[in-house]
């Protein structure tokens, strides 16, 4: 079974930063991978995702102060933020696709994480 387990969630000052991990297990695909949010009330929304190739895409509102990164040998998937605000208080989730091309539809990711909640005060 594919399992995505994310951790490094936490509370934090803004202006702050957090580095959230996801070790991905039992996946055979080499499809897309992605962060996505959801804040109380919100809808679910993609924040980063990353291709097989390596090829990177961005929230346009995020741009520059998240990195979207992966570490192959240890199967893990990280979103590195900076400058955090308020308003990026939500529930992060990671996800993964069985095909190559990224989408920002969290319809279009197969496998889930149960996610990590960061607060920014």
């Known amino acids: 079974d594919v399992q995505l387990v994310e951790s490094g969630g936490g509370s934090v000052q803004a202006g702050g930063s957090l580095r959230l991990s996801c070790v991905v297990s039992?996946?055979?695909?080499?499809?897309?991978k992605g962060w996505f949010r959801q804040a109380p009330g919100k809808e679910r929304g993609g924040v980063a995702a990353?291709?097989?190739?390596?090829?990177?895409s961005y929230a346009d509102s995020l741009k520059g102060r998240f990195t979207i990164s992966r570490d192959n040998a240890k199967n893990t998937l990280y979103l590195q933020m900076n400058s955090l605000q308020p308003e990026d208080t939500a529930m992060y989730y990671c996800a993964a696709r069985r095909v190559l091309a990224c989408s920002w539809s969290p319809a279009d990711f197969d496998y889930w994480g149960q996610g990590t909640q960061v607060t920014v005060s």
């Open positions: 039992g996946y055979t695909y080499r499809g897309c």
């Open positions: 990353l291709d097989r190739d390596g090829t990177t």
